[in-house]
């Protein structure tokens, strides 16, 4: 297990109190973008909601896909990932929210199985990395004024003949049920769910598999026990076989959970791709996946599409550029109930695309895309799940990767017929914050190029705006692609309090 903690100056983070204060009369007083709404109150005639900063904030990363399986059959890769937690500045967060922010701050990483060492920061300027190489998650706590809008990532990049891979996502929270979209039924093709209990207790789980011939049955996939801070590994083709095109839902019957899939792709001895997916937003009557990177002389590139419902679905897929929309040919396909479809999308020519994925009863998409095949047919794989409405704050842990030669973008789009807004706020090396507002419009989908001698924070985001990020980094070999969709992390509570209507 090798650990390390590194320090990047943020010095808009760390302003002392009387700046804070003058910084937060240019941020909107509106904190809508940045409340979870309370339950609303059904037995009472008057109440009344508070909004607070979050006081404790808990996050999880899968740590190495390829480590940790236990199966003779499958011989363990060799996987090192980073995961990283960082604060946003105060540019980035509502000025009420850092004079309320209050309590003994630290944001704390340790591996899950916990080991004797972890890894912590007690300042707004401390960015946090630990590096994993063993069969091992990470848990991401934050306390305090520390954890409004902590942003937590896990990375991996491998150039390595036989184990090339790029991997960029996004660390999310434990929750009762996960939708996982990726993977295929290609020789040498390997999906490992990786689940990660961040509780003391056990929990049980049981995971559903669709395809292409319906809903897989599997007494071994149900009941599965991920024992109290640990983490667990189940590979898909033990309780699923042949599966095509798989789409997994994870439930979990006690407690709650995070859930990951990872996809190893090997061509013989070439490598095809390596991804690590979370979960895809829930089933739903219209899904949005931005930052669709279609590449020139690139393998094709396809939607998946599940009706997890007994009833067939017609679905309507629409494709839209910076220009407006572009036609498909397979724009409406039916899918029968608890089945799965994958559409082509061989028709778009190279470019960034939104699809737009409606249908008539509920469903879960996600795109896949490739690289163009380069030295020894290698190539690269990434998965975009559609991205849910952005709201709270998100910070990108940019950096350069493969001697500098990569490129980090972010894609916004948004179908709301008056277009949406999300504003950037970029912080420079020496600390200084510039802030952009992005207008993105209706249809047209909007990419913004980062750097990485950045730190590039999206806030404010109003009118539906999704947004992805998409990772690019070569060698002489080809290049290795990764998208990672976005989902704000928390700033706000809503409290509900109840008053009995008295006579």
């Excluded at 679905?315 to 479809?341: I, N, R």
Aim: charged share 15%; hydrophobic share 40%; with cysteine.
């Amino acid at each position: 297990m090798t650990r390390s903690k590194g320090w990047m100056p943020a010095a808009a983070a760390c302003l002392a109190l009387a700046a804070v204060v003058a910084a937060s009369s240019q941020i909107p007083q509106d904190l809508s973008w940045g409340v979870q709404a309370a339950d609303p109150a059904t037995t009472t005639e008057q109440t009344s909601v508070s909004v607070k900063p979050v006081g404790a904030a808990q996050l999880i990363c899968p740590g190495p896909q390829q480590q940790g399986l236990e199966n003779a059959a499958v011989p363990e890769q060799e996987q090192t990932v980073r995961v990283e937690a960082i604060h946003p500045p105060a540019e980035a967060i509502p000025g009420i929210v850092l004079e309320q922010a209050q309590g003994a701050s630290e944001v704390a990483i340790q591996d899950v199985p916990e080991s004797a060492e972890t890894v912590t920061g007690t300042d707004a300027a401390d960015r946090i990395e630990l590096l994993i190489d063993g069969p091992q998650g990470a848990l991401v706590k934050a306390t305090g004024a520390l954890s409004p809008g902590i942003s937590t990532w896990q990375s991996h990049l491998a150039f390595t003949e036989g184990r090339r891979g790029l991997e960029v996502m996004q660390c999310g929270e434990a929750a009762t049920e996960h939708w996982l979209i990726g993977g295929g039924g290609e020789p040498a093709r390997l999906e490992r769910l990786v689940l990660v209990n961040p509780s003391a207790d056990p929990v049980t789980v049981d995971i559903s598999v669709y395809g292409v011939d319906g809903l897989a049955s599997s007494t071994s996939s149900q009941g599965v026990v991920v024992p109290g801070n640990d983490r667990a590994i189940v590979l898909l083709d033990a309780i699923a076989p042949g599966q095509s095109s798989p789409v997994v839902r994870v439930q979990a019957a006690s407690g709650e959970i995070a859930a990951y899939l990872g996809d190893r792709w090997m061509d013989g001895t070439t490598g095809a791709g390596l991804e690590t997916l979370g979960s895809a937003p829930e089933p739903a009557l219209e899904q949005l996946i931005p930052g669709v990177v279609i590449r020139e002389d690139a393998a094709g590139a396809s939607l998946r599409v599940a009706v997890p419902g007994a009833d067939s679905g017609i679905v309507t897929v629409s494709a839209f550029s910076a220009d407006g929309q572009v036609e498909l040919q397979q724009d409406v396909t039916v899918v029968e109930g608890e089945h799965v479809e994958d559409i082509s999308l061989a028709d778009l020519p190279s470019g960034t695309y939104s699809l737009q994925v409606t249908s008539d009863v509920p469903a879960v998409a996600a795109a896949q895309v490739r690289t163009a095949p380069g030295e020894d047919d290698e190539t690269g794989l990434a998965w975009l799940s559609a991205a849910p409405e952005f709201d709270g704050a998100l910070g990108v842990p940019v950096r350069a990767l493969a001697d500098g030669n990569s490129a980090w973008t972010l894609h916004m789009a948004t179908t709301d017929a008056d277009g949406g807004s999300i504003s950037l706020a970029r912080v420079a090396q020496d600390g200084v914050v510039s802030v952009e507002e992005i207008t993105v419009p209706a249809g047209q989908p909007v990419s913004v190029e980062i750097s990485a001698d950045d730190q590039s924070w999206l806030f404010g985001a109003n009118g539906g705006v999704r947004s992805m990020l998409s990772v690019r980094a070569s060698d002489d070999t080809g290049d290795l692609i990764a998208a990672s969709p976005l989902r704000g992390s928390t700033l706000t509570r809503g409290l509900t309090q109840v008053r009995p209507d008295l006579p």
